[in-house]
């Protein structure tokens, strides 16, 4: 069995004059002598002190960047400067050599750019060991929340053969062959002879099958990989990511927002406590990139600040109509310098109004409610003015939309009305409708976009570096 | 906003002729007077008392199983059996109606195979209200081993242009139009007008991408939904299941097989420590059923018996080349019992081989090691002897294959080697073998297929009634 102790572990120790073993990949080496060496369990390295009077020459020409050795030696206090503790290496063996003129890796700065090209070695450069631990840290806190609410971690099924939902374009499933594809008498492609003998599809989100068992637990919620075949190229889309989707049954849209708002600040709190060494690191990466933008493009707030105001303050709510008025006499509005000026009630918020409201009117996150019944979805429950729907979008600072989410419509009568009315065909969600049939009950929920959730905390500004490995158009490297 | 409280605290409630609110789902109403309610946070039931003098004779007809009720009451000490708390109420509103002409859940023992088709309803029944929240306790305790042993959760793409693995069938992702394919000029599907440009499948396993992550943090696991596109139709088999992937950099198959073990007793103990009640319904349930068979049939053990053993006894380990010997020994070898007779080394083991080194000869969970290098996968890491791999499966009663996993191969030469032999592409796996390429270093892992655990540790029988929507041939319903 291998053993090795941990650098985290080390870093920490004040165990001295003691023979460690520690196993890494090798960051710096200098005078042929300190080896920088990290095994990713912290951002921080070790240094290992090599006798290099006693060292074979050509071990020492081995120790290159991104080596893998192995080094055994005493855990002493350190002398130098930056660490408090090092080991004076009595034997280093290579595990894996690493020839430098070919590891992309070089111990200087990358682009986020090119590391994006190596997405498979990427995670060994401190950036990204700050991004995942944290990314690490906020599921986890997830988790942590709902199971300490009682709420049941539900898996909501990945493959589909509704496509009811309306929520994007899809990704057809199947096992039917392109150049051989059965078809019926009709010349219509035979689906009947496809795996699940339908038509499927990857889910856009989890939440109807969610419903069905809110409405048997109480509290559920999901977490799992959702997907959207559109074309967007953009910083905050992927055609996968991962969602959030808790509902609860006996809940409305009040109980909704605070369940959302505890747990945003809950999943903050815990990333706040648990990567403090990362968050610092992120925080002052981002500080730096600030720096190169021109003095009125910068954030008023570090990266760090910004979730601390998070935590100190109330989420913002008001309702999709108060929004519309505040836009309307807006300065950008007014002096035309919005791309989708506001002029009418009913209008869907473009990314420039949510923005303008969080980052400029009330400088922290916004609880939008109550928008107009036609630019939502079929299930939010309709409210007595009979023109708006009790839904809720929290917007956030330099994201946008975070968590989208609503009361849902449980009175059958009305809820077949608007699938009516959105084309929604009521027999291939019997199921669904049975939710109403049996037992039907006021209820609630919403969705959150893990990997923005991730951007937000990280202070990262393109979606592709927070998911190991993204999937875009025309990408699916990995 | 919606109050409520939870029966699950109210049934451990001594806060006796205070007021309660409570909301759910009647199971039975008798005498007019006697409401057996339940909200899904727990499989008990609360008692509602109804003063049926004082109450509406059509809201009383209303009360019937399955309706949504909301009660508000004083909380008194139960005079009746079976319960220490009732509710004295002194409103009942009804919130959904459920037509007892038309409700599918009746009080009374449903077949699991009614149950299945329903799948949508099921979740209200006892028998499912205790197998999800075990599946939940289960999938928060690997979560919580992992994250105290300082591992990173990693999300690996779902959606892969890799079929390198070849451990299966896999599913077509798609935006291409079955009608109007495009080709290129010889005629052949162009998957350059793909959405991802390439053709696309839905993984098998992250074990690859995995490694990446592992050979960068030292320490990651995957917990993500994986596809096989079999046409396979047996209680243990989904085309559709979660896997979990740990997977350790500085590792040998020592350290994987006491990993694994580890994981295992504490994700058990995890779940016999939270779902008491569950599980002691469950083992009822499962001594029900052992009853209708014949005697020579019936387990040896009791559900919580099983779990007990497991946790108390160390898995017993062997080679590949010792279980030969002893099944090439056994009884039901030697009388010609077995479908597919042992005779010699290199055969891969069937389900009743494993079965019977489990339950019969061992009678305890079994880490078969070292298996022939021909019947594994090319990543696994050849022996010294050169025949066989460092391969591992663990064994469970009455489940079969649990785990599987290996050390993996470090050595570029030789995995290179294995790639040839096998027939995997290595351009395709530039990014798997810059891994050996740069700081390569022993590494180990395995897969734990979360829908057999659940299987295991709930005493279910088929797989199908232990994921809320399963997916299989012809299937794909809710």
Redesign the interface.
């Known amino acids: ?2 053993k ?1 102790q ?1 650098i ?1 572990e080390l870093l920490k120790s004040t165990d001295f004059n003691t023979e460690v073993t520690v ?4 960051k710096t080496f200098r005078n042929n002598q300190f080896i920088a060496l990290n ?3 912290c951002m921080g390295n070790i240094q290992v002190v090599v006798d290099f009077n006693n060292t074979d020459e050509n071990l020492l020409k081995r120790i290159t960047t ?3 050795i ?1 080094a055994t030696g005493i855990l002493v206090e350190s002398l130098g400067k930056g660490q408090s503790v090092e080991i004076k290496a009595t034997a280093v063996e290579i ?5 430098p003129e ?2 992309p890796l070089q111990p200087k700065k990358h682009s986020l750019e090119f590391l994006r090209e190596i997405a ?2 990427r ?2 450069t401190n950036t ?2 700050a991004v ?2 944290v ?2 840290a906020l ?2 806190a997830i ?1 942590q929340f709902y ?1 300490e609410r ?1 709420f ?11 496509d009811a939902e309306g929520a994007g ?1 899809m ?6 062959d ?2 051989n ?1 059965p078809r019926t008498e009709d010349g219509v ?1 035979d689906f009947k002879e496809d ?4 038509a ?1 599809n ?1 889910t856009v989100s989890g939440q109807l ?1 969610g419903e ?2 809110a ?5 559920i919620y999901t977490f ?2 959702t ?1 959207r ?1 559109e074309n967007s190229n953009t910083t905050r889309h992927l ?2 990511f ?1 969602m959030i989707e808790p509902e609860v ?4 849209l ?2 909704n927002m ?1 369940l959302a708002e505890d747990m945003m600040k809950y999943v903050i709190s815990y990333a706040k406590e648990n990567c403090k060494e990362e968050l610092e690191f992120l925080n002052n990466r981002l500080a730096e990139e600030e720096k190169q933008k021109p003095q009125n493009e910068r954030s008023e707030f570090t990266l760090l600040e910004k979730l601390d105001f998070c935590l100190a303050n109330d989420f913002q709510r008001l309702t999709y109509t108060e929004a519309i008025d505040i836009l309307k006499a807006s300065k950008p509005n007014q002096k035309k310098q919005f791309k989708y000026l506001i002029d009418s009630w009913g209008a869907d918020l473009q990314s420039e109004h949510e923005r303008y409201l969080v980052e400029k009117h009330f400088k922290r996150p916004v609880i939008l409610t109550d928008y107009p019944k036609d630019i939502k979805s079929f299930y939010m429950r309709l409210n007595d003015d009979n023109k708006t729907v009790a839904a809720m979008d929290i917007l956030f600072p330099g994201i946008g939309e975070m968590i989208g989410g609503s009361q849902r419509e ?1 009175r059958m009568d009305v809820l077949k009305q608007r699938m009516d009315e959105m084309g929604v065909p009521q027999e291939e969600l019997w ?2 409708l ?9 209820h609630a929920g919403f969705g959150l976009g893990f990997e923005r959730l991730v951007l937000f905390v990280t202070g990262m500004t393109n979606i592709r570096d927070v ?3 993204p ?1 875009f ?6």
Chains 1, 2 share one sequence.
Do not use: C, Q
């Not at 049941?152 to 509704?162: C, K, N």
């Not at 049975?434 to 006021?442: E, H, L, M, N």
């Open positions: 069995m291998i090795r941990r985290k196993m890494g990949w090798v095994d990713g369990s991104g080596a893998a192995k595990l894996g050599d690493s020839d070919k590891f498979h070695l995670f060994r990204f060991n995942f631990k990314r690490h599921a986890f988790h199971n009682g049941v971690y539900m898996h909501t099924p990945v493959i589909t053969a509704s374009e990704f057809k499933v199947t096992t039917l392109f150049d594809t492609v795996f699940f003998g339908r499927t990857l099958e069905l068992a409405m048997a637990f109480g509290h799992g990989p997907f075949a055609a996968e991962w049954a006996f809940a409305d009040e109980n605070e449980e199921w669904y049975d939710t109403r049939r049996f037992g039907s009950a006021p998911i190991a490995f999937r158009p025309k990408s699916a490297e990995f």
